[in-house]
Each structure stands twice: as structure tokens, then as C-alpha cells.
């Protein structure tokens, strides 16, 4: 079902310090840590003496150390000791974990998910995740098909019924075209766009312009703005509003698989306003950074009681539309890995490249 030769988010660095993070992504049990020189390392979570669960272990001389009987891995999976035999014993040679290569970069942990075939590319690089304004979320595990919910981070279409409580407000339910779909010369990103006719954009006025220019640096109304899509093979996906000033507005995801009923969610705002100001900083915290919680909430309400959740591809015949272009693509692009890796795609993939709207 899933790409396994592919890099994926397993934390944030700042989750990793000196306690290991236990986090099962792609159906594996890993654990990550940090070694002696700050180096972020993975490995898979089985000890190999009797099981023992190494996310539940501490960090000793920057090794892995596991909470049974004492056995200690270092970053490359090589058992390094073994309290049991004493100094003077041989520690056996198949006493090793499988390691999994680790990238680390812009705050984030990325993790190559198969042991056995080494990385060939490096995850993308966006200066936006350099900004200074930058609100990331939590980790959450949510409960969720894997497409469901990449798919859902995707698309506009639910926000104006899904969020009529939060985010929603406002938001017409009908949608202007996606009308670009260009793909990467790689193959492993996608992006698209979203323009509004002048006679459906909504511009705001009176109080609820001053208070959109407090919370998010903007005197327009984001909700029927022009704006861009962007996913990637990394299971991003980015939506992107330019502001009249040049500056950005970003609101971007990442979904890690952690078993067919279950993602890991790394989800953040950015503004790459450089002066945005203290007052701006602290009322998005206090209004819009803990109404994202609800947002969530609102998500998991949805995707996680789809009837879809036996199906490890979700709706065996989706119908879809214009708003699902996006996500389409990335269906079409993660299918392909699959099959590159001689498996068979778990969902039913379009194998023509979308076509762009009038």
C-alpha cells in the first residue's frame, strides 16, 4: 500500500532532545534518537534479544538502551553492549536492529522508510520554514485513512461545510477553478492554482478588516483570494497566498503514515512578513493558533468516521471534480513509487495527467 523508498516526517527536532520519541510510521515500530554528536538517528523499535519495545528505553553514552534487560544499540543498529555477558563477553553478531537513514532539515526529521535500499534524492528545501513567523502545531496521530486525509488537507472544497464553526465563516461553497497543474520535471511534486473571478472575491470592510489585518497581516480577504497548491512525494501539502505587500501567507501539512488507520500530522502557519509585529504575533496565538485545534478536531470528526477505514485505499470508486485536482495528482504520483517498487497501488489512480481547466 504504501511507497516505502521515500522520506518521511517522523518529528519535529524539537521534539527530539534527550529522551527517544517511540513513533510508528508505514506499519513499523521506530524509535528516534539522539547520539553523542546531536545526530538524529532511527531504528527499528524490536530488540532483537526478546522484543523488547527500544521507544520505551533511554539514551545512554549515545546509544539506545532497552528498558528489559539492558541492551544498548548505537545508531547504526550494531548492539554495542550487553550487561548480562559482563566487559569480557562477546556480544553476537546478529545482535543488531535495522537503522533507517535520517534527514534532518528546517526543523523537521525525515526518515527513509526502507532499510534495505538506500536514499537516492533529499527532501525539498522551502525558505518559507526559515521565516520568523512561523506557528507549527503539535504532532497529532489521527485517526484516518492515508488518502482521506492527504486528500482532505488538499482541498477547499469542505472547509465552507466541515468548518462552518471555525475557519469556515464565510467561505462560499463554491469554489473558483483550478485552472494550473504543472508537475515536477522529477516526478515528485505537484503544483496547481486557484484564481477568483473579481465578481466572487469578497473584500472585507469595518471591523472584520482590521481584525483580519491583525491576525494574519492582511487588510484582503484570504477566503476567495488567488492562491497556490503545492504536494510533494513527502506527503506536503503547501496552500500559498501571496499578499498584496509580496509577503506570503502559508498554510502547509505533512501526513505520515503510521498503519492503514492512522497518520501522524505535522501542520503549521507562516507568514514571511519579516516586521510583523508583537501585537500581530500574540493575537494570532491567542485567537487563531488555538482555534486550529478545533480546526483539527473538526477534520478528525470527519475523516475519521468515513466508511472507508477497512479499505486501505479508501473509496474503491471515488468520484470527483474540479476541487479534487490536487489530490488527484498526488494519487497519481505516490501510485506511481508504488509501482516502482513492484507493488500494486491500494486505490484506483487516474493514469493521465490532469488536465488544466479553461
Not at 520519541?21 to 506499519?27: K, P, T, V, Y
Not at 515528485?188 to 473584500?203: C, D, I, V
Request: hydrophobic share 40%; glycine share 8%; with cysteine.
Amino acid at each position: 500500500m504504501f511507497a516505502q523508498q521515500n522520506w518521511y516526517v517522523a518529528a519535529r527536532s524539537s521534539e527530539l532532545s534527550r529522551e527517544p520519541i517511540a513513533r510508528r510510521i508505514l506499519e513499523q515500530d521506530l524509535v528516534l534518537f539522539r547520539d553523542n554528536t546531536g545526530e538524529a538517528r532511527a531504528l527499528h523499535a524490536m530488540c532483537a534479544h526478546r522484543g523488547g519495545n527500544l521507544g520505551r528505553g533511554r539514551v545512554v553514552d549515545g546509544c539506545i538502551e532497552c528498558p528489559w534487560h539492558g541492551w544498548r544499540y548505537a545508531g547504526d543498529g550494531t548492539c554495542t553492549h550487553i550487561p548480562s555477558i559482563g566487559p569480557e563477553g562477546k556480544v553476537p553478531n546478529l545482535a543488531r536492529v535495522p537503522s533507517f537513514p535520517v534527514h534532518e532539515a528546517q526543523g523537521f526529521i525525515y526518515v527513509w522508510t526502507s532499510a534495505e535500499h538506500a536514499p537516492d534524492w533529499t527532501p525539498r528545501s522551502h525558505d518559507f520554514f526559515d521565516a520568523d513567523f512561523h506557528e507549527a502545531g503539535p504532532a497529532l496521530n489521527q485517526k484516518g485513512n492515508f488518502i482521506n486525509t492527504i486528500e482532505g488537507a488538499c482541498d477547499d472544497s469542505h472547509v465552507f461545510i466541515a468548518h462552518r464553526k471555525t475557519i469556515g465563516r464565510g467561505m462560499p461553497a463554491q469554489l473558483a477553478p483550478i485552472s494550473i497543474v504543472d508537475e515536477d520535471a522529477d516526478g515528485r511534486g505537484l503544483e496547481a492554482a486557484m484564481r477568483w473571478p473579481a465578481e466572487q472575491q469578497r473584500p472585507l470592510n469595518g471591523f472584520n478588516k482590521w481584525l483580519n489585518n491583525l491576525l494574519l497581516g492582511t487588510t484582503e480577504n484570504t477566503l476567495t483570494a488567488d492562491k497556490t497548491f503545492r504536494v510533494e512525494m513527502t506527503c506536503l501539502v503547501i496552500h500559498k497566498y501571496v499578499k498584496a505587500d509580496g509577503n506570503e501567507l502559508i498554510i502547509y501539512a505533512f501526513v505520515t503514515p503510521s498503519d492503514a488507520t492512522h497518520n501522524w500530522f505535522f501542520a503549521g502557519f507562516i507568514d514571511t512578513n519579516p516586521r510583523r509585529s508583537r501585537l500581530s504575533k500574540l493575537a494570532y496565538r491567542m485567537v487563531l493558533g488555538r482555534q486550529l485545534q478545533d480546526v483539527f478536531a473538526e477534520d478528525q470528526d470527519v475523516i475519521g468516521t468515513a466508511l472507508s477505514d477497512d479499505l486501505p485505499g479508501g473509496h474503491p470508486q471515488p468520484v470527483s471534480v474540479n476541487a479534487d485536482l490536487v489530490g488527484l495528482g498526488f494519487r497519481r504520483m505516490y501510485a506511481r513509487q508504488v509501482e516502482r517498487e513492484g507493488a500494486v497501488p491500494a486505490w484506483p489512480v487516474a493514469r493521465s495527467k490532469p488536465q488544466p481547466v479553461a
